[in-house]
């Protein structure tokens, strides 16, 4: 065995699981595994696998998870900077496949960084509804924020927050949460060594603190009648099972929904709880809840170690449909329509409604309401999109947000919704993450690139392309010269800017190919 375990780990291991230890020792002998995750925001499952590059073997518990030969480098291909898929461990797919996320959910993803399950539950909601993803890292909200922007997401807010803070905001807001807990990350070894190394610096009894800590305030963000999904990658029972047990105490209005075994899943152990826990001892009936709990096993499936646990709240569901905060509550009275239908006058109407409820974090000496117009004369020549958002000025961008900005004063927002753009002299430049969110009818000018040639990649390594004008398409009566919206097989990569042949390229340089 090349990895080198810690000694006070296997000799826990070699106890709990006895006759399967051995087969659980030989798993650190098998090779890493290695899964993408099919983007249902830009392309369906179908579609994907009539042009995938790779050869793909379906993941049992994720529908859009396929796993790839772990010489493969998926990340080394056009169709991953089109946020076509989600380089994304196989067993850490599960948490939000058993969130079981529908079109207009309220979805809190608690613990994001990088974010993973975000961009999944955001496949899942396909742009209705709502999804707060945050992180209490501020410098693993940097990875957060770009994913939720390569993968096109537009009905996402990105926080940097303390879950109280979050409960204080959003009370009983929330129909679905997910915790992917920060835990002592024993399912982990054999992917990352560095994980054994920090093990004894995390050592279970900080981590159940803290997943303690999150369980409770969870509680107070999730509305009656919905829906909690805990998850770790630690084989510890007090960070899962007893985490579970002792959370079932002192909330009996919640419950395990058993997980279904079919695709894998192991049942939970709930002989591993201890009969007391934190001083107070723990019921049996409650400790037989945790057998319907799940632990993905490395040495049974392939993959990583995984828990799960499914709470539901035994409340009735509470229509917010009349929370002003929330403007994904009135989707079907707040659309607007395509915006390049309107008029100038609906246009300038609309401009200044939008620039009396912005939030007034912009850049000083910057007229609100003006930047506000920018972005509305910007849409109207260059995209054919409706919008369900509020229009919020922040830190001197434009972003369309699924809330009102009385809803997110007082919290740490990384992004307070889908980045637009920004105003300069007078002029929308229009931000990457417009680009990557668009599907090719959206935008009145197009370049499609091929993955087949040598183009897509120049693209996007940032060189300036030579493209005659018959290639731009473009909607009636609309000039080739402006911004384009390129695109690779059909499916976005970012902006460019046309004129006399030339495309200049508006890749950003932080995201090109390396």
């Known amino acids: 065995m090349a990895v080198q375990l810690p000694l006070a780990f296997l000799d826990r291991m070699q106890t709990l699981l006895g006759d399967e230890y051995a087969s659980f020792l030989s798993s650190y002998d098998k090779p890493k595994y290695v899964g993408i995750r099919v983007n249902t925001l830009k392309i369906e499952v179908d579609e994907f696998l009539k042009i995938t590059p790779f050869e793909l073997k379906p993941i049992p518990w994720c529908e859009t998870g396929f796993y790839v030969d772990e010489n493969v480098k998926p990340g080394k291909h056009p169709y991953y900077h089109a946020g076509l898929y989600y380089i994304q461990e196989p067993s850490a797919m599960s948490p939000a496949e058993a969130l079981k996320v529908e079109p207009g959910d309220r979805v809190l993803d608690l613990c994001a960084a990088p974010g993973g399950k975000s961009t999944q539950i955001a496949g899942k909601l396909q742009g ?4 707060v993803t945050n992180d209490i890292s501020a410098d693993r909200t940097k990875a957060l924020a770009k994913n939720i922007e390569l993968y096109g997401v537009r009905n996402a807010v990105v926080l940097n927050e303390t879950p109280e803070r979050i409960a204080k905001s959003f009370p009983h807001f929330f129909n679905k949460i997910v915790i992917d807990a920060p835990c002592s990350g024993e399912g982990m070894f054999r992917k990352d060594e560095d994980m054994i ?6 050592s279970i009894d900080k981590c159940t603190l803290m997943q303690r800590d999150i369980l409770r305030t969870a509680a107070s963000l999730l509305a009656p009648g919905g829906t909690i999904v805990y998850s770790t990658c630690t084989f510890a029972p007090e960070e899962n099972e007893g985490m579970i047990s002792e959370f079932l105490l002192n909330n009996d209005e919640f419950a395990v929904v058993p997980l279904s075994t079919d695709s894998g899943f192991s049942r ?4 591993w709880i201890p009969d007391r826990l934190e001083g107070a001892v723990i019921p049996d009936d409650i400790k037989a809840q945790t057998a319907g709990c799940g632990r993905l096993w490395p040495h049974k499936i392939e993959g990583e170690g995984h828990f799960l646990a499914v709470l539901r709240h ?24 395509p915006l390049k239908e309107r008029s100038n006058r609906d246009q300038s109407r609309i ?5 009396k409820s912005i939030n007034n974090q912009g850049k000083k000496g910057l007229d609100e309401g003006e930047m506000i117009e920018t972005w509305s004369a910007f849409a109207h020549e260059h995209l054919v999109i409706g919008s369900q958002e509020q229009t919020l000025l922040f830190g001197g961008n434009v972003y369309l947000s699924p809330l009102s900005k009385e809803k997110l004063d007082g919290l740490k927002t990384v992004r307070p919704g889908w980045y637009v ?5 007078g002029r929308f430049q229009p931000g990457h993450p417009l680009a990557t969110a668009l599907k090719p009818d959206e935008a009145a000018r197009v370049l499609n690139l091929s993955s087949h040639d040598t183009e897509a990649v120049r693209y996007l390594k940032g060189e300036t392309l030579e493209i005659p004008e018959s290639r731009i398409v473009r909607s009636d009566g609309v000039s080739p010269k402006g911004y384009v919206l390129v695109t690779v097989d059909g499916y ?4 460019g800017k046309w004129l006399d042949g030339m495309l200049k390229n508006d890749y950003p340089a932080g995201w090109r190919w390396t």
């Open 314 to 337: 035994n409340g009735e569901d509470v229509d917010i449909s009349q929370d002003d905060h929330y403007i994904g509550s009135n989707e079907k009275d707040r659309s607007p329509g």
């Open 492 to 495: 976005s990569l970012g902006w």
């Open 268 to 271: 939970g152990r709930p002989e």
């Open 351 to 355: 401009a200044r409604k939008a620039g």
């Open 128 to 131: 209705k509804g709502i999804l």
């Open 197 to 202: 190394r920090q093990w004894e610096k995390h």
């Open 421 to 425: 753009g920004t105003s300069k002299n």
